[in-house]
């Protein structure tokens, strides 16, 4: 409530939590940076296959591309032959393609950015996307990645959320990321944008080393909900939510086939519980709650 209205807010009422996209004036709008590469940051193609779930949802244009001779080697990422609707092979190159969306109903406006870790050049390439951003007027910048970690199939996937731009992470109350070792692109990218002064964030998913085969759609759909909450956009995914339960089976099925993998997955399962049950309060509960019910409201009709 505002307090030039006179009214007084109950000091036992916690505070509504900040949203990542702050409000603009009227016929303005918001323009939102989604970056994933498939490659090192991309364990099980989660990251691009979820951007690439969004960018089919909301109907993305490709706008631009990034010359692949520039940042390729063709002898590590090489190009492949398919088929096309008409039966003529065609060579798809190793390349960055840039898309834009609306978000619908909303004022948001979205900046897909699909394609391969490059192999050459990184600094020029990151700058080549800030510069694609500065003529796009984006606001945010998201990136989107997949990790392999010693995490159960059964569990919720557990998608961490961190950033280097200390205004952000104190009004969000995000994390600085603790991480010390080899980077890809995705970290390049970030810290390039830091500098540019966009403020940035990134997201990762973790998906279990021992099923890290593509695709993988239960660690794809964790970060679908993770960029549903960033943007409180509601996101039609009870396709995708079907292929994960399918998926989930299906290692199920395996695991039980493997003695030694089925103990391996109690195990961390286990562990996981474990690590999980002092947040298993009433509150964190009923917070996930009010979550859930909130995507279901925006779902129906």
Do not use: C
């Amino acid at each position: 409530m505002n307090s030039f209205d006179g009214d007084t807010v109950d000091p036992g009422t916690p505070p509504e939590p900040e949203r990542l996209l702050q409000p603009v004036e009227d016929g303005a709008r918001i323009t939102v940076m989604l970056a994933a590469f498939e490659g090192w940051n991309d364990a099980g193609e989660a990251a691009s296959d979820a951007l690439r779930y969004l960018n089919k949802l909301w109907d993305g244009k490709k706008i631009a591309t990034i010359d692949a001779d520039e940042y390729y080697d063709f002898q590590f990422t090489r190009p492949t032959v398919r088929r096309n609707a008409a039966g003529q092979r065609k060579i798809k190159w190793p390349s960055t393609r840039i898309y834009k969306a609306t978000a619908p109903g909303t004022n948001v406006d979205v900046i897909f950015v699909q394609g391969t870790e490059p192999s050459y050049k990184w600094r020029a390439y990151t700058a080549e996307l800030l510069v694609q951003a500065e003529a796009l007027n984006v606001d945010y910048v998201i990136l989107v990645g997949a990790l392999l970690a010693d995490v159960p199939h059964s569990r919720p996937i557990p998608v961490s959320t961190s950033t280097d731009d200390a205004a952000l992470r104190e009004r969000m109350n995000f994390e600085a990321s603790q991480y010390e070792g080899p980077v890809g692109i995705v970290g390049v990218l970030a810290e390039v944008a830091l500098l540019a002064g966009l403020p940035s964030m990134s997201l990762w998913a973790a998906v279990p080393h021992y099923v890290a085969q593509a695709p993988s759609p239960k660690a794809q759909l964790a970060l679908l909900h993770r960029i549903e909450e960033l943007l409180q956009v509601p996101l039609d995914t009870a396709e995708l939510a079907e292929e994960a339960e399918a998926w989930e089976r299906g290692v199920d099925e395996l695991a039980t086939e493997d003695p030694e993998i089925a103990a391996y997955v109690r195990q961390l399962e286990e562990a996981k519980d474990t690590v999980d049950l002092p947040e298993a309060s009433g509150e964190s509960i009923a917070r996930e709650f009010e979550r859930y019910l909130k995507r279901r409201g925006k779902e129906k009709p």
